[in-house]
């Protein structure tokens, strides 16, 4: 009887494996090869677990955590839906933040009482310190922890990261808890991933799948670089982790996507690779400090490109350099080209904020640019990243002053700004190449091809200069409100 359960598995996979070789399953019967050697299909039935989870789950679950929070009491109709997760308005992943603020809340709508939520979490180390999403725990007056035993206790917030949605906390006890690491190695797309939590507040629950997709941006930050995972996730998962086949932690469950709230098989975690230092600088200050540049990037694209005559729409280029900043003291100017940092290349905006972010202030950093064709390194000394409040940039409206109107050949209607500075957008024409770059009146166009413009008529000279000077486009630069961007318009209405 003993030898009967593994005999006919190893048939199956034999067989199993026999087809695949063969090129029989499947879309691989469309195929003249087949898509996997006898070796590699060899490999995939070694790593696939025979008997399932049950010997890793056994292992990591004592490690992983309810997080019972409770909020400060707040009428609920003052509030609207209460506690929302910070995504932009037009983010196509909006729908599925919003449940995090929808099924916490206890009592009627005028009520005053508490407002309960459950988490999930997991020990980092055994003498308490446990992982979870600041989301859970933002503004709580009282975190407990709940462990797979069946023990109750409470834990303080250590420190959180709303940039990263992290969160450190710690139980103080002279327990020591079984706890799980962070994989030292990204997970590859395809690769097992199980997800340990409390959904719905049941307790430890675990759910399997793969990891789907890497480096995913679902509009919360500029630190994005999430990992997508088929593995259902729930209200309640929030802050678990996602395990790899060796019990190593590679990601952090934050969402969802899920028009009707519940799981649809598409879940977003934030990679272990981003969570291990964010947490260890929480451990060791309560805080994170980020690298700071100082400056507005955009990506770099094609029209750019063309316009700045650089053979690859890649870097970030420079719209505007923050006063007494780290960039502005190394000469960094507005219309630059980053193109790599410490010797990494830097293919857009999101992965130089990130690279920045994660080199160490005071730190002296070559950065690499094109400036007017021609590559060259700056040193900068990093800087701190300062708070929100610091970051906010002076009022730069400016209202323009009476003056002729000019309309141009790309479908813009031009006056003099009341500063000289440029000149502002009074008028667009549907249908413009103007209005197809997202100019809107009340834009101040300050430079084209790196040369300030003062009036319409300087403009239009502008234009026609780069026109004939063999360019298809000419590069704008324009400011919208207090931010700086820049645009590629052709050199002439087609």
Request: no cysteine; aromatic share 6%.
């Amino acid at each position: 009887m003993s030898g009967q359960p593994t005999s006919r598995p190893s048939r199956s996979r034999k067989s199993i494996m026999a087809l695949v070789v063969a090129g029989l399953v499947g879309a691989t019967s469309l195929t003249a090869l087949p898509l996997l050697s006898p070796a590699q299909a060899q490999n995939v039935f070694n790593h696939a677990p025979a008997e399932g989870f049950a010997d890793l789950v056994e292992r990591v679950m004592p490690a992983v955590v309810s997080v019972d929070v409770k909020y400060p009491a707040v009428s609920l109709n003052q509030q609207g839906q209460g506690f929302r997760f910070q995504v932009p308005e037009n983010s196509p992943f909006r729908q599925f933040f919003d449940q995090f603020g929808k099924g916490f809340q206890s009592g009627t709508p005028d009520s005053q009482s508490p407002r309960m939520a459950q988490g999930s979490g997991f020990f980092i180390s055994a003498d308490g310190y446990i992982v979870t999403n600041n989301h859970v725990v933002n503004k709580a007056i009282e975190v407990d922890i709940l462990t797979s035993d069946g023990k109750k206790y409470v834990a303080k917030v250590v420190g959180t990261d709303p940039k990263t949605d992290l969160a450190l906390l710690k139980v103080k006890t002279n327990r020591k808890f079984r706890f799980v690491e962070f994989a030292k190695k990204d997970p590859r797309v395809g690769d097992w991933v199980i997800a340990v939590g409390n959904p719905f507040g049941l307790g430890g629950s675990v759910t399997t799948g793969i990891v789907s997709a890497r480096g995913r941006n679902i509009g919360n930050g500029p630190y994005d670089q999430f990992l997508q995972i088929d593995a259902p996730i729930n209200k309640g998962n929030s802050g678990g982790p996602a395990f790899n086949l060796k019990g190593e932690v590679i990601g952090i469950n934050t969402a969802i996507f899920s028009p009707s709230g519940g799981s649809v098989g598409i879940g977003f975690a934030i990679p272990a690779s981003i969570a291990r230092s964010v947490i260890a600088s929480l451990e060791q200050n309560g805080v994170v400090t980020r690298g700071w540049l100082g400056v507005q990037i955009q990506p770099v694209t094609k029209d750019i490109a063309e316009s700045l005559n650089l053979k690859d729409a890649k870097g970030a280029i420079v719209a505007d350099v923050t006063s007494d900043s780290p960039a502005l003291r190394a000469g960094i100017k507005t219309g630059d080209t980053i193109i790599a940092v410490a010797g990494e290349p830097v293919a857009g905006p999101r992965e130089l904020a990130r690279r920045v972010a994660m080199i160490h202030p005071n730190t002296p950093t070559n950065i690499k640019i094109i400036r007017d064709g021609k590559e060259m390194t700056v040193e900068v000394k990093i800087g701190t990243m300062p708070g929100d409040k610091e970051l906010a940039v002076k009022d730069s409206t400016r209202q323009p002053k009476s003056a002729t109107l000019t309309k141009d050949t790309l479908g813009l209607t031009l006056e003099t700004a009341d500063d000289g500075r440029g000149v502002v957008v009074v008028t667009v024409d549907p249908g413009s190449p103007a209005a197809e770059q997202r100019i809107q009146p009340g834009d101040v166009i300050l430079e084209i091809g790196g040369v300030g413009i003062d009036d319409p008529a300087a403009f239009n000279a502008a234009i026609a200069k780069v026109a004939k000077g063999g360019q298809k486009r000419a590069l704008l630069l324009i400011r919208s409100g207090d931010r700086q961007r820049f645009v590629a318009l052709p050199t002439r209405q087609s």
